[in-house]
């Protein structure tokens, strides 16, 4: 059980990881590219990607039956 536990925070955390540095460099082009070199764009991409993550993370701990995006049924 512990195992499954570890596992489910390691893909939690690089999920959140992946998300929070692609926001991070979508925000520093945009900043570059659109708004002058301003440091708000690189804040926002990296919080949106850490809300997107932290909200995944959420919704894979609330729904434990789902396995490989199959629903497990209950058996009657």
């Not at 999920?15 to 301003?38: E, H, I, P, Q, W």
């Amino acid at each position: 059980m512990a195992g499954a536990s570890g596992r489910r925070w390691d893909r939690c955390l690089a999920d959140t990881a992946v998300k929070t540095v692609t926001g991070l460099a979508v925000g520093v082009a945009f900043s570059l590219l659109v708004f002058k070199r301003r440091t708000w764009p690189a804040s926002v991409g990296s919080g949106m990607g850490l809300g997107m993550g932290y909200s995944n993370c959420q919704h894979d701990k609330r729904s434990p039956h789902l396995l490989r995006g199959h629903m497990v049924k209950d058996q009657q």
